[in-house]
């Protein structure tokens, strides 16, 4: 092999995109980053980014990025969706629809892919990191610059799937990829890859945030929080943290096992050479099915404190809610074989999963009965958190009767892989995750700009996302028990067109509630002098909103003392001042590193991808050579003094 | 580590457990190499018996888990991701076992599986 | 953080972060012991375990990796009653053990694939080479970290609570190997060719 070839590895022109759809993006995308960076070049705000927010240790701005990077791929993911659509409503006996069969396989991985990876885990993560150590009274999490890395790992593995569409091609294998489609031998090129290491560089940042947070909770409560005086919200990230450090391992695993299998010929997966390809599927679901519990708790937990909040009322139930996140903890361990029940594991297996999967639905009842009854008797305020709360209510209640339908095998064997199990999930997700999600939002905005969002828009984003909700998937249900399997582009029964037709109506309605949430933001900024708020906009029960609006950068200038639940909420009823008491703080320093770090790792999976293993080799060394640095710097936090911080409050010291 | 510990009770606790561990591999060495048992499953049995007593001496002597002040968070989570890595370890073994009894690859061998089946009712 | 978070209290937070990414390690090498176990049977037109593994050989890799777990933690007591000479001696043998264990199953590695049994050979020697390699890459992480520390603590007039902390991280680090080994040891190569 001469240099020139072990320089370009197995690049080639060919892998530049050849069809109109992806020629367009190919072109849009890098345009549009190029846009962003004019604007930042005139309003010269290149040095503000780089401090405020590239280098920024402070979980708050950690949180922001992860939510507007989760946002602007939820744009890309709905791209896809509308994709989809087109395709399926345009495409039944006979005719062409607009995509080709090739891409419209590219086009739903990678809708699967930046939907659950970027989208769910992005808002995910930057909720936690905006709110939860303000509800623990804490400063920030246990290992800041842990949590800068753990960032710019997702950022860098949303670049890289971002990249394949400009040069290589996507994987069109589905969003968990199983073999042997995804091996060496039927899926030759570097699409799978490319999905390989997106999901393998922003799970281990997925990992280490795992980590992160788990410490967090255990050590940085405020003095006097014991764990059964948390937040519901924290007790739900606890959990999560739990899945998260012991599912992601086999994530890394599994992902690591596919890829020696297709870069070094191995024979994990593979039909020949004494693999089994069914060991993949169940690996990837031993972590797929905890995931799914990752991405909803969190959101089970803002629903606990916008409804008490809302309400009026401290959540009903609080020991059962704590002991409905630890039972879903353990059973989400205990289920995953229901992924695939049609495999042939056989009666008794399937027996086992089945029930329970059966039985996980139950802490998951108690759960949505004890948002109910804190309702129940409460002064309730309809703000918009609330509108999507009860959007929440309707919509996952409906998702998991038909997830208990098919934890039964003998009813999954009809419905399996069929536009039914589409719609389940998008039930749960759309109704529990993103609904969750968008409402944490809208409620803990505030907290961190200084003003609200514009609550017409968010009204109206919430109604325009459930009606499209229901046009766009209700008739995927029918669908399914009409024989409609998924990931087909095309078909011939015409009886299936105007239930798809409906659908593709409904992914507009949708669209449009994307469309409000963006003109929300927009206006709301625009107008932000008009929604400026202090510190308490909702008359909330909890720590975060006892400090000002946008809280300050070290969040409390005295850690409060805590002797109760819902410590602000009983502060404000018997009008009584913090125990805290004003010292000197420290506080972490910036550091680029993490931001770098992440390039190195970004450029080893763009190596191991196009066979580039001189930068797969320098990009491992630098990648140690930066952590050592790290390591070895001593002096990476300042002191802020009281007298400073009296100062910033305007008190004495 | 316990701060109160004195240099030579550290000391001490490296020793024995370097000890007590070489002798556990001595043993599993001799027990195969001289054929203290003749069926798989005795051997199996009886080497990761070893193992983990082994882990547990290790545990106590080299990591002093036991010294970790309440509450005892890294024993917690060890037992806690013992239980969970022996759900999804055993779980994958039960599942993987039943699929490769029932799905076999090769034509032939599906054949007689389903005839067999097949006698039994289904 | 208030200035008034202790040593200790920094170390413990360090301390108890640093033993969780060890359990997401467990659970990571557990998936490779499943697999492992699952695919031992797929010797596909390869070679078993018994044709391949030499106990001896692998006894001899065991002890060494004992004796430097042994010599990594009695270079933390050291530090930690402020004998610096004495910790700088135990954490150089430590790493010398170390490289040895390495030398010692890369030659093994190298035998192996040079007579033909090679991990595209078979799901059994894939899932070898993945399982005792991917422990071979932390020692191997781990050495560098070793190295790293013995040149920081060899530059410093005293032992600092910084480096304590930071040695007792790696020694939890590498009586992790030892104990992960144990079982590679248990399961790989002794039930894999006796049992």
Same mark, same amino acid.
């Given at each position: 092999?001469?240099v020139?070839d072990?320089?370009?590895?197995?690049m080639?022109?060919e892998?530049f995109?050849s069809?109109?759809?992806?020629i367009?993006?190919?072109?849009?995308?890098?345009?549009g980053?190029l846009g962003?960076a004019?604007?930042?070049?005139y309003?010269k705000k290149?040095?503000?980014l780089w401090?405020?927010?590239?280098t920024?240790?402070?979980?708050?701005?950690?949180g922001?990025?992860?939510i507007v990077?989760?946002l602007v791929m /939820?744009?890309?993911?709905?791209?896809?969706?509308l994709?989809?659509?087109?395709?399926?409503? +345009?495409a039944?006996?006979g005719?062409?629809g607009?995509?080709?069969?090739?891409t419209?396989q590219q086009?739903f991985?990678a809708?699967?892919t930046?939907m659950?990876?970027? %989208?769910?885990?992005?808002l995910?993560?930057?909720l936690i990191?905006v709110?939860?150590?303000?509800l623990?009274g804490a400063r920030?999490v246990a290992?800041?610059?842990?949590n800068s890395?753990s960032?710019w790992?997702?950022?860098a593995?949303m670049? =890289?799937?971002?990249?394949?569409l400009i040069?290589g091609?996507?994987?069109?294998?589905g969003w968990?990829?199983y073999p042997?489609?995804?091996?060496?031998?039927?899926?030759?090129?570097p699409?799978?890859?490319?999905w390989?290491?997106?999901?393998q560089?922003?799970?281990?940042?997925?990992l280490?945030s795992? +980590?992160n947070f788990f410490?967090?909770i255990?050590?940085?409560?405020a003095p006097g929080?014991?764990?059964?005086k948390?937040?519901?919200?924290a007790w739900?990230?606890?959990?999560t943290?739990?899945?998260?450090?012991?599912a992601?391992p %086999?994530?890394t695993?599994t992902?690591?096992m596919?890829? /020696?299998d297709? $870069?070094f010929?191995?024979?994990f997966?593979?039909?020949?050479g004494?693999?089994n390809?069914?060991?993949?599927?169940?690996?990837?679901?031993?972590?797929?099915?905890?995931?799914?519990?990752?991405? $909803?708790?969190p959101?089970?937990?803002i629903?606990s404190?916008?409804v008490?909040?809302?309400?009026?009322?401290a959540i009903?139930?609080?020991?059962?809610?704590?002991?409905a996140?630890?039972?879903?903890?353990?059973?989400?361990?205990?289920?995953?074989?229901h992924h695939?029940?049609?495999?042939g594991?056989g009666?008794n %297996?399937n027996?086992?999963?089945g029930?329970m999967?059966?039985?996980i639905?139950?802490?998951?009842?108690?759960?949505?009965?004890? *948002?109910l009854?804190?309702?129940?008797r409460?002064?309730i305020l309809f703000?918009?958190?609330?509108?999507?709360?009860?959007?929440? $209510?309707?919509?996952?209640?409906?998702?998991g009767a038909t997830?208990?339908m098919?934890?039964?095998?003998?009813?999954?064997f009809?419905?399996?892989n069929?536009?039914?199990?589409?719609?389940?999930?998008h039930?749960v997700i759309?109704g529990?995750?993103?609904?969750?999600?968008f409402?944490? +939002?809208?409620?803990?905005?505030p907290?961190?700009f200084?003003?609200?969002?514009h609550?017409?828009?968010g009204k109206?984003?919430?109604?325009?996302?459930q009606i499209?909700?229901?046009?766009a998937f209700l008739?995927?249900y029918?669908?399914?028990l009409?024989?409609?399997v998924?990931?087909?582009?095309s078909y011939?029964d015409?009886?299936?067109?105007?239930?798809?037709?409906?659908?593709a109506?409904?992914?507009?309605?949708?669209?449009?509630?994307?469309?409000?949430m963006?003109?929300?933001?927009? %206006?709301?900024?625009k107008?932000?002098?008009?929604?400026v $708020?202090?510190g308490?906009p *909702?008359?909330g029960?909890?720590l975060?909103?006892s400090?000002?609006?946008p809280?300050p950068?070290?969040?409390?200038?005295?850690?409060?003392?805590v002797?109760?639940?819902?410590?602000w909420?009983?502060?404000k009823?018997?009008?009584?001042?913090?125990?805290?008491v =004003?010292?000197?703080?420290?506080?972490?320093k910036?550091?680029?590193?993490?931001?770098?770090?992440a390039i190195?790792?970004?450029l080893?999976?763009?190596?191991?991808?196009?066979h580039l293993?001189?930068?797969?080799g320098l990009?491992?060394v630098?990648i140690?050579v930066?952590?050592?640095?790290?390591t070895?710097?001593?002096d990476?936090?300042y002191v802020?003094?009281?007298?400073v911080?009296?100062d910033e409050m305007?008190v004495?010291? | 580590?316990?701060?109160?510990?004195?240099?030579?009770a550290a000391?001490?606790?490296?020793?024995?457990?370097?000890v007590g561990s070489a002798?556990l591999?001595?043993?599993?060495y001799?027990?195969?190499?001289?054929?203290?048992?003749e069926k798989?499953?005795?051997?199996a049995?009886?080497?990761?018996?070893?193992?983990?007593?082994?882990?547990?001496?290790?545990?106590?002597?080299?990591?002093?888990?036991?010294?970790?002040?309440k509450?005892?968070?890294k024993s917690i989570?060890?037992v806690?991701s013992?239980?969970?890595?022996?759900?999804?370890?055993?779980g994958?073994?039960?599942?993987?076992y039943n699929l490769?009894y029932?799905?076999h690859?090769s034509?032939?061998?599906?054949?007689?599986?389903?005839?067999e089946q097949?006698?039994?009712g289904? | 953080?208030?200035?008034h978070?202790t040593?200790s209290?920094?170390n413990a937070t360090?301390e108890?972060g640093f033993?969780?990414y060890?359990?997401?390690d467990?659970?990571?090498?557990a998936?490779?012991?499943?697999?492992? @176990?699952?695919?031992?049977?797929?010797?596909?037109?390869?070679?078993?375990a018994?044709?391949?593994?030499?106990?001896n050989?692998?006894?001899? &890799?065991?002890?060494?990796l004992?004796?430097?777990s #042994?010599?990594?933690g009695?270079a933390l007591?050291s530090?930690?009653?402020s004998?610096?000479?004495q910790?700088l001696?135990?954490l150089?043998a430590?790493?010398?053990l170390? #490289?040895?264990?390495?030398a010692l199953?890369?030659?093994?590695?190298?035998a192996?694939?040079t007579?033909?049994?090679?991990?595209?050979t078979?799901a059994?020697?894939s899932? @070898?080479?993945?399982?005792?390699?991917?422990?071979?890459?932390?020692?191997?992480?781990g050495?560098?970290?070793?190295?790293?520390?013995?040149?920081a603590?060899?530059? &410093?007039?005293?032992v600092s609570d910084?480096?304590?902390r930071?040695?007792?991280?790696f020694?939890?680090?590498?009586h992790f190997l030892?104990?992960?080994?144990?079982?590679?040891f248990?399961?790989?190569?002794?039930?894999?060719?006796?049992?």
């Amino acid at each position: 092999m001469n240099v020139f070839d072990f320089l370009i590895g197995r690049m080639s022109p060919e892998y530049f995109p050849s069809d109109p759809a992806t020629i367009g993006a190919a072109i849009g995308m890098p345009l549009g980053v190029l846009g962003i960076a004019a604007l930042l070049t005139y309003f010269k705000k290149w040095k503000w980014l780089w401090r405020e927010y590239i280098t920024s240790l402070d979980a708050k701005k950690i949180g922001v990025m992860y939510i507007v990077v989760a946002l602007v791929m /939820l744009i890309r993911g709905f791209a896809d969706t509308l994709m989809i659509r087109a395709q399926t409503a +345009i495409a039944a006996n006979g005719q062409q629809g607009p995509i080709d069969a090739d891409t419209f396989q590219q086009v739903f991985t990678a809708h699967g892919t930046i939907m659950i990876f970027f %989208v769910a885990m992005g808002l995910m993560f930057g909720l936690i990191n905006v709110a939860l150590p303000l509800l623990i009274g804490a400063r920030d999490v246990a290992f800041p610059f842990l949590n800068s890395v753990s960032f710019w790992l997702f950022a860098a593995g949303m670049i =890289l799937v971002n990249f394949a569409l400009i040069f290589g091609g996507f994987s069109a294998g589905g969003w968990l990829g199983y073999p042997p489609l995804t091996g060496l031998e039927y899926s030759p090129g570097p699409g799978v890859d490319y999905w390989l290491w997106t999901l393998q560089i922003a799970g281990v940042g997925s990992l280490l945030s795992g +980590i992160n947070f788990f410490v967090t909770i255990i050590k940085c409560r405020a003095p006097g929080m014991t764990l059964m005086k948390m937040p519901i919200f924290a007790w739900s990230v606890l959990v999560t943290t739990v899945l998260i450090m012991l599912a992601f391992p %086999v994530l890394t695993a599994t992902l690591a096992m596919l890829s /020696l299998d297709r $870069v070094f010929d191995m024979h994990f997966f593979t039909s020949t050479g004494g693999g089994n390809p069914m060991l993949y599927v169940n690996l990837i679901w031993a972590w797929g099915h905890p995931e799914v519990y990752i991405l $909803v708790l969190p959101a089970f937990g803002i629903y606990s404190e916008i409804v008490a909040t809302f309400a009026r009322k401290a959540i009903f139930g609080y020991k059962t809610m704590v002991a409905a996140l630890i039972g879903i903890m353990f059973l989400s361990f205990i289920v995953w074989q229901h992924h695939f029940f049609t495999m042939g594991a056989g009666a008794n %297996v399937n027996a086992f999963f089945g029930i329970m999967t059966a039985i996980i639905a139950i802490p998951t009842g108690v759960k949505i009965f004890n *948002w109910l009854f804190t309702m129940y008797r409460g002064r309730i305020l309809f703000a918009s958190p609330m509108w999507w709360f009860m959007a929440f $209510v309707v919509t996952f209640t409906i998702g998991g009767a038909t997830g208990v339908m098919m934890s039964v095998p003998a009813l999954d064997f009809q419905v399996h892989n069929t536009m039914f199990l589409v719609a389940h999930f998008h039930n749960v997700i759309i109704g529990g995750v993103i609904f969750g999600y968008f409402a944490g +939002i809208t409620y803990w905005f505030p907290k961190i700009f200084g003003f609200t969002l514009h609550e017409g828009l968010g009204k109206a984003s919430a109604a325009l996302w459930q009606i499209g909700f229901i046009l766009a998937f209700l008739p995927l249900y029918a669908l399914g028990l009409m024989g409609a399997v998924r990931r087909i582009d095309s078909y011939t029964d015409p009886s299936w067109q105007p239930l798809f037709i409906v659908s593709a109506i409904g992914v507009m309605v949708i669209g449009a509630g994307i469309f409000a949430m963006v003109l929300q933001i927009a %206006v709301s900024i625009k107008n932000r002098k008009k929604y400026v $708020v202090g510190g308490d906009p *909702w008359n909330g029960r909890t720590l975060e909103w006892s400090v000002p609006s946008p809280a300050p950068h070290y969040n409390f200038a005295i850690t409060p003392i805590v002797e109760h639940q819902d410590q602000w909420w009983y502060e404000k009823e018997h009008r009584q001042k913090n125990k805290g008491v =004003l010292t000197d703080i420290e506080m972490p320093k910036n550091s680029p590193l993490g931001f770098y770090i992440a390039i190195a790792a970004g450029l080893f999976g763009f190596g191991v991808i196009w066979h580039l293993w001189w930068l797969v080799g320098l990009a491992f060394v630098a990648i140690i050579v930066l952590v050592i640095t790290r390591t070895m710097n001593d002096d990476t936090t300042y002191v802020i003094t009281k007298e400073v911080l009296a100062d910033e409050m305007g008190v004495a010291a | 580590m316990n701060q109160h510990e004195s240099y030579n009770a550290a000391a001490k606790r490296y020793v024995v457990g370097g000890v007590g561990s070489a002798s556990l591999i001595l043993i599993t060495y001799l027990a195969v190499t001289s054929s203290w048992f003749e069926k798989p499953m005795s051997i199996a049995f009886f080497v990761l018996i070893l193992a983990f007593l082994q882990l547990v001496l290790q545990l106590v002597t080299f990591l002093h888990v036991q010294a970790e002040a309440k509450p005892r968070w890294k024993s917690i989570g060890f037992v806690s991701s013992m239980i969970m890595i022996t759900v999804v370890v055993a779980g994958s073994i039960w599942v993987m076992y039943n699929l490769n009894y029932r799905m076999h690859t090769s034509g032939e061998a599906m054949q007689e599986y389903m005839l067999e089946q097949n006698k039994k009712g289904f | 953080m208030s200035t008034h978070t202790t040593v200790s209290e920094k170390n413990a937070t360090a301390e108890l972060g640093f033993w969780m990414y060890l359990m997401t390690d467990l659970m990571l090498f557990a998936s490779l012991f499943a697999t492992f @176990y699952i695919l031992r049977v797929g010797v596909a037109d390869g070679p078993t375990a018994a044709e391949v593994f030499d106990i001896n050989y692998v006894m001899a &890799q065991t002890l060494v990796l004992l004796a430097s777990s #042994v010599t990594s933690g009695m270079a933390l007591v050291s530090m930690k009653f402020s004998m610096k000479k004495q910790a700088l001696v135990f954490l150089g043998a430590t790493i010398l053990l170390g #490289v040895g264990f390495l030398a010692l199953e890369l030659n093994e590695f190298i035998a192996l694939a040079t007579e033909g049994n090679s991990w595209t050979t078979s799901a059994f020697l894939s899932s @070898y080479f993945t399982l005792v390699g991917t422990h071979g890459l932390h020692i191997f992480i781990g050495l560098i970290w070793a190295s790293v520390l013995f040149v920081a603590l060899a530059k &410093q007039p005293v032992v600092s609570d910084n480096h304590v902390r930071k040695l007792s991280l790696f020694t939890m680090f590498w009586h992790f190997l030892d104990l992960v080994w144990i079982f590679i040891f248990a399961v790989v190569y002794v039930i894999g060719v006796y049992a």
